[in-house]
């Protein structure tokens, strides 16, 4: 199989735009993602597919973590965390009870670990979420490789 094209027949399917943010011996940490999921309301689940061969593979592993949605606004918060570098940081931190957040995202999810499974060349993280929050707004999205609206209204 052609990983190339299989991963562009992926890229057909609209995804919304997160950061998952954990703190680790008192130093936070994130990573873009948009391989992101609810999984169950009771008990409240969430997954997030990390990819083993990154360094939140590591950091993630037994820990708590924040999911952050990002709204249409937060472009280059998305690019920070999957590793362009700014000449100023494109985010603010709020601290919360379970780590650092992003502040002002369309939406946070703040999970503990529930489980973890093998996805491959990805592990399926499982978080059992404790507390949420979220705003109105136009959420970033990614489609084909790029970042992208998503329309509400047809």
């Known amino acids: 199989m052609d990983h190339k094209e299989f991963r562009n027949c992926l890229g057909r399917f609209a995804t919304g735009v997160t950061v998952v943010t954990c703190d680790n011996q008192d130093e936070c940490h994130g990573l873009t993602a948009n391989a992101f999921t609810s999984v169950s309301l009771d008990p409240p689940l969430v997954l997030v597919s990390i990819d083993r061969n990154t360094k939140a593979y590591h950091k993630l592993k037994n820990n708590r973590f924040i999911i952050n949605i990002l709204s249409a606004e937060q472009q280059n918060t998305a690019l920070h ?64 490789g790029k970042f992208s609206k998503i329309v509400q209204d047809l």
């Open 81 to 144: 965390f999957a590793g362009k570098t700014f000449d100023k940081q494109p985010f603010e931190w709020a601290q919360s009870e379970f780590g650092y957040r992003i502040k002002d995202s369309l939406a946070y999810i703040e999970c503990e670990p529930w489980a973890e499974y093998d996805g491959g060349d990805h592990v399926l993280f499982l978080g059992k979420v404790h507390d949420f929050d979220y705003l109105e707004g136009e959420p970033l999205g990614f489609y084909g």
